[in-house]
T-cell receptor
Framework: DTAVSQTPKYLVTQMGNDKSIKCEQN?????MYWYKQDSKKFLKIMFSYNNKELIINETVPNRFSPKSPDKAHLNLHINSLELGDSAVYFC?????????????????FGAGSRLTVL | AQSVTQLDSQVPVFEEAPVELRCNYSSSVSVYLFWYVQYPNQGLQLLLK??????LVKGINGFEAEFNKSQTSFHLRKPSVHISDTAEYFCAVKREYGNKLVFGAGTILRVKS
C-alpha cells in the first residue's frame, strides 16, 4: 500500500564503491524527484523527471545518474562514492509538471534512504 | 529564484501551550506554500498547503497557517501542542508555474511535559 517506496532504507558502503537506490510510486503520478538531505537536515532537489524525461538537473556531480525506466520508477545510481555523499536521499512524486492544478503541486515523499560512506 | 527562511532553528515549548513556527519567503512571482513535518527517522509528511483562496489554511493534527502576501510570510500555528508534535517542520515554496519545491532549513519543535 506504500505510495512512494524506496529501497534500501539503509546503505553503508566504502569510499569508491558504486551503489544504487531504487524508488517506485503507485500513485499514478507523472513526475518524480530525488532530494538530498544533508547532515544539517537541509533538503535540496537533485533531479526531477516527468514521464521518463529529465526536466530538472541541479548542480549535481556527474557521479550521480538518475534513470527512469517508466513513469512509476526513478532510480539513482552513484559512482565512486565520496564521504560527502553521506546523506538521506528522498524520492518524491507529484502530478504532472505541465499541469497546474491543486493535485499537481503536492509532493508525496518516500521514507528516505540513509547512505553512509565510510 | 525563490527562497525560504525559517527564522527559528529550534522552538522549545511546554505541552498544551500554543506555538508559532515562523516562515518567510522571497519570490518575484506568485507562489504556492507548504508545511511538511518530519518525525524522527521518518520521511516528510504534508501538513498543509496554500495554493489559492482563503489565506488561512487548516491542516492535519490541528495545525493551521496564514498566508500574508504583504509580509511574505506563512507562519505555522497550533493553539495547544502535544508531546507527539515533537518533530522537525519544514516550510517550502514553489513557483506557480514550476515544479521545483524549495525548502527552508527546518525548525525543530520540542514539546516538553
Amino acid at each position: 500500500d506504500t505510495a512512494v517506496s524506496q529501497t534500501p532504507k539503509y546503505l553503508v558502503t566504502q569510499m569508491g564503491n558504486d551503489k544504487s537506490i531504487k524508488c517506485e510510486q503507485n500513485l499514478g503520478h507523472d513526475t518524480m524527484y530525488w532530494y538530498k538531505q544533508d547532515s544539517k537536515k537541509f533538503l535540496k532537489i537533485m533531479f526531477s523527471y516527468n514521464n521518463k524525461e529529465l526536466i530538472i538537473n541541479e548542480t549535481v556531480p556527474n557521479r550521480f545518474s538518475p534513470k527512469s525506466p517508466d513513469k512509476a520508477h526513478l532510480n539513482l545510481h552513484i559512482n565512486s562514492l565520496e564521504l560527502g555523499d553521506s546523506a538521506v536521499y528522498f524520492c518524491a512524486s507529484s502530478g504532472s509538471f505541465f499541469v497546474v492544478s491543486s493535485g499537481a503541486n503536492v509532493l508525496t515523499f518516500g521514507a528516505g534512504s540513509r547512505l553512509t560512506v565510510l | 529564484a525563490q527562497s525560504v527562511t525559517q527564522l527559528d532553528s529550534q522552538v522549545p515549548v511546554f505541552e498544551e501551550a500554543p506555538v508559532e513556527l515562523r516562515c518567510n519567503y522571497s519570490s518575484s512571482v506568485s507562489v504556492y506554500l507548504f508545511w511538511y513535518v518530519q518525525y524522527p527517522n521518518q520521511g516528510l509528511q504534508l501538513l498543509l498547503k496554500y495554493l489559492s483562496g482563503s489565506t488561512l489554511v487548516k491542516g492535519i493534527n490541528g495545525f493551521e497557517a496564514e498566508f500574508n502576501k504583504s509580509q511574505t510570510s506563512f507562519h505555522l500555528r497550533k493553539p495547544s501542542v502535544h508531546i507527539s508534535d515533537t518533530a522537525e517542520y519544514f516550510c517550502a515554496v514553489k513557483r506557480e508555474y514550476g515544479n521545483k519545491l524549495v525548502f527552508g532549513a527546518g525548525t525543530i519543535l520540542r514539546v516538553k511535559s
